[in-house]
């Protein structure tokens, strides 16, 4: 079973950025793909990012174009690079990893506040 871990959240200003990472404990080539959803309050979890084995990513319409996903195999991590933050953006983010029996582990969670 794979353990993953989010760090990175925080509170930041709208239009600020962040970057989340999400570590797994082992070889992140043992997934058919990795992603980020996200679930802020009173609302059901919903994807933003997802990256496969192959490299191809798919996002979410409210954050095309502003948040980027990407990995370092060396390191078994995957990013979630964050720009142009909006007050929307505000939810918990959770990494998932999904292997080739498409078998689902999730993060606890990191935060994310967008306020002034």
């Known amino acids: 079973q794979v353990q993953l871990v989010e760090s990175g959240g925080a509170l930041v200003q709208p239009g600020g950025s962040l970057r989340l990472a999400c570590a797994a404990s082992k070889s992140i080539f043992n997934f058919n793909s990795m992603g980020w959803y996200r679930q802020a309050p009173g609302k059901q979890r919903e994807l933003a990012a997802t990256l496969s084995r192959g490299g191809s990513t798919t996002y979410a319409d409210s954050v095309k174009g502003r948040f980027t996903i990407s990995r370092d195999n060396a390191k078994n991590t995957v990013y979630l690079q964050m720009n142009s933050l909006k007050p929307e953006d505000t939810a918990v983010y959770y990494c998932?990893?999904?292997?080739?029996?498409?078998?689902?582990?999730w993060g606890r969670g990191t935060q994310v506040t967008v306020s002034s």
């Open positions: 998932n990893a999904v292997d080739d029996l498409y078998r689902v582990a």
